[in-house]
């Protein structure tokens, strides 16, 4: 990805016990992806999901 793009790391869930995808945009605003049950889980969607979901994100923006 290139330097425009988000970046993501996978973090425990604090209002539970399941997992959650930090997700820092270029412009600096947060989002939050929650549901993981595991890290492992967290980590394979970004793995595999994050880029498409970063481009669809993208793709929708109206502003």
């Not at 209002?15 to 820092?24: E, L």
């Amino acid at each position: 990805m290139g330097n425009s793009d988000p970046q993501f790391e996978a973090r425990p869930n604090h209002s539970g016990d399941d997992w959650c995808v930090h997700v820092i945009w270029k412009s600096g605003k947060p989002e939050l992806l929650t549901g993981f049950p595991n890290q492992y889980a967290a980590l394979e969607w970004i793995k595999r999901e994050s880029a498409n979901w970063a481009v669809d994100k993208i793709m929708r923006r109206t502003d």
